[in-house]
Each structure stands twice: as C-alpha cells, then as structure tokens.
C-alpha cells in the first residue's frame, strides 16, 4: 500500500485555490491513501465565530466534491482537515473520501489555544474506517492527549491519520512515540508558511512524516516547502503487538490501574 503526506501552503481565505493546488500535488505521484493538512482548504487563522462559520464547508460542497472526484477517478482515499459548518455549528473536522464517497467525518475534539473561539467541540469520539486498511482519524493538538491515539488502536486501527496545522515544536516526535506505543503507522500531514492576522503571526512547522509501527520515519518532508512524500507499507505489520515474546501492548495494560479511584490518584487541586 501506497501512503503520502501530502504538505501545503494554503492561501488564507482561498478555497477553491487551494483545492485545486491540493489536487495538483496529489497528482504529482499515485498513492492509495493521501493525507491532507487540518484546514488545508480554509487557512487556519480565524479571528471570530463568525468569520470561520462565513468560511464553513458542507459535506455536500465544492471542497468535498472536489475530493470525491479525484477519489474516484484515482480509486484512492484521501482524509482532509475542512471546516464543516452544519446549520448554526462549525467544527474543525476531517473527512475521509475513499473511491469517490463520502465515509467518515470527525469533528476535532481537543481545541487549540484561539479555535474554542472559533469552533464548536467535536460532539463525538473518533472512529475507525476500513477503507483498504483500518483506518484511524484524528487533527492536530489531539496529538498531546495519548488516550486518543490508544483508543483508535484498541478499535483496530493500523494507520492513523493526522491532519496538522502546527506551531509548537513537539508533535513530529510525539508521533513517533504514539507509533511506537500503539504499534501503528502515523501519517502526519501538516503545513508550511505563516499567516499575519490582526498583527499576530502564526508560523507552521511543516516536517510531514510518515512513521512505521517500530517508530521508524519512513518519510519525511521539510520545514519550509510545499511537497508530498510518501512511503510504501504493509498495513497489516500494525496487527504485531508483541514487543518481546511475553509481552503485548494493549493485552498486557492494566486498566483497573488506570481509573481515577482517588485511593490510587488524589484528584487535583
């Protein structure tokens, strides 16, 4: 299997432009799966409620359309970042296209910093999606919460996919260890350049990887240009979870541990 990172530099405001340039990138080198940036269509930096719900995409729109279409014509699976406006809601979500229909929408559950000003929580967990492999979908700042990866590899997940807009600079190796944790492939897709709104600028790190179960980095993109990288997999490495021959990742956890019994973890202050 075929998987690419596929690293923009959207223009802020500019949807169709920046589809258009997504699709022009994704054609660039036949892949099974593509994996967009968070927003890669919008831009990232909104100022109110209003101005991301002005920006909002429908599930029916030209945005995800345009990504149906390519679907299909390339028999793939693309996972992108829109912001989906459903009625008086907006969410920083992702969809998942596979061979030109419309299969999963998560709606991002863990806001950064400025966008619980601008959108709604996500109102459900993620899921896993079989679309050629098991599929597992998460955005961004989801990466600083090790639960939510857990939680797509305990539904199966063998790749997870990772639409980013990031500015702070921990993620890229934090995904190597929620590979190695989990035994699942990573797929980040993040974006380069800045975006100036109000006086304040926001610069994004870029540094797109793909990272295999043993927390190898297959590919890796660089910090500044727009590019696709891509690496050739067997979904199916993910099912090994034995670390040594005694031990399983997620068969030998021990959750009664876990809880929040506050004999064993006082709650915070």
């Known amino acids: 299997m075929i998987v690419a990172s596929v690293q923009t530099r959207p223009e802020f405001g500019r949807p169709g432009v920046n589809t258009l340039r997504a699709i022009e990138l994704m054609g660039s080198a036949p892949a099974d799966l593509y994996v967009l940036p968070e927003l890669f269509c919008s831009g990232y930096f909104f100022q109110s409620r209003a101005e991301a719900l002005a920006a909002?995409?429908?599930?029916?729109?030209?945005?995800?359309?345009?990504?149906?279409?390519?679907?299909?014509?390339?028999?793939?699976?693309?996972?992108?970042?829109?912001?989906?406006?459903?009625?008086?809601?907006?969410?920083?979500?992702?969809?998942?296209?596979?061979?030109?229909?419309?299969v999963a929408v998560y709606r991002k559950i863990h806001l950064f910093n400025t966008e619980k000003n601008c959108f709604d929580p996500g109102d459900r967990g993620p899921a896993v999606v079989d679309a050629g492999a098991r599929l597992g979908m998460m955005i961004c700042f989801d990466w600083i919460f090790p639960e939510l990866a857990r939680s797509l590899a305990l539904q199966g997940a063998q790749i997870?996919?990772?639409?980013?807009?990031?500015?702070?600079?921990w993620c890229q190796k934090a995904m190597v260890i929620r590979s190695v944790e989990n035994r699942v492939f990573t797929v980040l897709a993040n974006r380069v350049g800045s975006e100036e709104r109000d006086g304040v600028v926001l610069d994004f790190t870029g540094g797109s990887q793909i990272v295999s179960p043993r927390g190898e980095i297959l590919a890796s993109a660089s910090t500044r240009d727009e590019e696709l990288v891509?690496?050739?997999?067997?979904?199916e490495d993910a099912d090994e979870k034995m670390i040594t021959p005694f031990n399983h990742v997620l068969a030998d956890r021990r959750p009664e541990y876990y809880s929040n019994n506050p004999d064993l973890f006082p709650p915070l202050a």
Do not use: M
């Not at 997870?160 to 702070?168: E, G, K, R």
């Not at 891509?230 to 979904?235: D, E, K, N, T």
């Open 160 to 169: 997870i996919c990772h639409p980013a807009n990031l500015v702070l600079a």
């Open 56 to 102: 909002g995409e429908t599930l029916d729109g030209p945005v995800v359309t345009a990504l149906r279409d390519f679907s299909a014509r390339q028999g793939c699976t693309i996972h992108a970042g829109i912001p989906e406006r459903d009625g008086t809601h907006i969410y920083n979500s992702s969809v998942l296209v596979h061979h030109g229909k419309l």
């Open 230 to 235: 891509w690496a050739v997999i067997r979904p």
